[in-house]
């Protein structure tokens, strides 16, 4: 997906593609945890610290019909991030 006010550039032998268009962009929100690596006394690696990665959407089927897809197509929606998404 793309702006519909962004320029781009092609070389003279590349086609011109088509491009999903939209008034915006969606973006994601993502919660990210890592702490310190840990090391055994030997100096091996126990713990990577990488924790997890979760985004903050939600998957809600639609509830009307358009051009694109059915009613009850599952969609990929993002949620705002308040005090009590987090806490969830």
């Keep these: 997906m793309t702006k519909k006010k962004r320029n781009y550039y092609l070389l003279p032998y590349e086609e011109d593609t088509e491009r999903p268009i939209k008034n915006s962009i969606g973006k994601v929100m993502f919660l990210t945890a890592i702490a310190r690596p ?3 006394e030997d100096g091996n690696m126990t713990f990577s610290g990488k924790i997890g990665v979760w ?3 939600r998957v809600t089927a639609a509830e ?3 051009k694109n ?3 009850g197509t599952l969609e990929t929606n993002s949620i705002i991030v ?3 998404v987090m806490r969830e």
């Design 82 to 84: 308040t005090r009590e």
């Design 69 to 71: 897809r059915e009613r």
């Design 55 to 57: 985004p903050f959407v």
């Design 64 to 66: 009307k019909r358009s």
């Design 38 to 40: 840990r090391f055994d």
